[in-house]
């Protein structure tokens, strides 16, 4: 009897070491910088994934300075805190993030059209 609970098999778990090794796969936060159409040819630019230690009233006053158009700060319940922007300002933004030393290119993803 002996013999015949020890060959009796155990839960096998394929993707156990694949987790345990790759623990920090898949936590590159991403900046995604988007176009929303509003009516006509009027857009807007949201910028969302941003760092939570960075101050975001500071930077839409500096991208709102350095193009010369209005935005907002506006809190999302599922994305947090995004900045919009009037007009299409997708290559400006990504621009001025990686200048600024705020995000990597790498870090970047630039949606729409």
């Known amino acids: ?3 015949l609970d020890a060959q009796i098999p155990t839960a096998f ?3 156990a070491d694949a987790n345990a090794d790759d623990s920090d796969a898949g936590t590159k936060e991403y900046v995604h910088i988007r176009i929303q159409q509003r009516n006509g040819r ?3 630019t949201t910028v969302q994934g941003l760092k939570k230690e960075f101050s975001y009233n500071k930077i839409l006053k500096d ?3 350095e193009f010369c158009c209005n935005g907002t700060v506006v809190q999302d319940p ?3 805190q995004v900045i919009q922007l009037q007009g299409d300002q997708r290559k400006n933004v990504s621009n001025f ?3 600024a030393g705020i995000v990597k290119k790498e870090n970047i993803k ?3 059209f």
């Open 1 to 3: 009897m002996s013999d």
């Open 13 to 15: 778990d394929p993707f």
């Open 42 to 44: 009027k857009s807007l």
């Open 63 to 65: 991208l709102k300075k």
């Open 78 to 80: 599922e994305l947090g």
């Open 97 to 99: 993030l990686v200048q």
């Open 110 to 112: 630039i949606h729409g």
